[in-house]
């Protein structure tokens, strides 16, 4: 029997961060729940990109990018989709979803969702670095642990 490990070393990783500037206040709070755990397995300032986008929608482009760039081991995508009067919400999430998806299954590189799809602003930011926890946090323990994973298969 053989079990891959999915451990949490992280020596000479290099990671992309994709982030949707919409709703920033909660954004710039999921980027740096992100980097901060990412200093925390050693991954410091110079190993990490980032890229700033528009809104969710155009996360995936230039998460698409960024990895077929050979230039990082995996990316961790965020966002901050709250819900309006409009069925707009529905589009940009299931879309952004969609569009990640693919990237990170059709590409060279896993790509972590760390896009919040919340009814209000007080639920973003509770999982944003509120009682929630941080999803950007996750993103990076999550990533970790697939670029370790991959390199063993
Ligand atoms: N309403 C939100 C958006 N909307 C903008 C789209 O993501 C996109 O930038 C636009 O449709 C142009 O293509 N984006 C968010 O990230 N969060 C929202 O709540
Ligand atoms: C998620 C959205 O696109 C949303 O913020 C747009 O708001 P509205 O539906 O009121 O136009």
Do not use: W
């Not at 990895?67 to 999430?93: M, N, P, Q």
Request: net charge negative; charged share 20%.
């Amino acid at each position: 029997m053989v079990i891959l490990d999915h451990s949490r070393i992280a020596s000479g990783f290099k990671v992309g961060i994709v982030v949707a500037q919409f709703n920033e206040l909660v954004t710039d709070r999921l980027q740096q729940g992100a980097i901060l755990q990412l200093k925390k397995y050693g991954i410091n300032d110079e190993a990490i990109t980032i890229a700033k986008v528009s809104g969710a929608l155009e996360l995936p482009r230039i998460a698409r990018k960024l990895a077929d760039s050979g230039k990082v081991d995996g990316i961790i995508a965020l966002g901050a989709v709250i819900r309006g009067e409009t069925s707009h919400y529905d589009y940009v999430c299931a879309e952004t979803a969609s569009g990640l998806a693919q990237v990170s299954l059709n590409g060279p590189v896993p790509v972590m969702f760390g896009v919040l799809t919340t009814d209000n602003l007080d639920q973003a930011i509770n999982r944003a670095g509120g009682k929630g926890g941080n999803k950007g946090a996750d993103c990076a323990d999550g990533l970790i642990e697939m670029i370790n994973l991959e390199k063993q298969i």
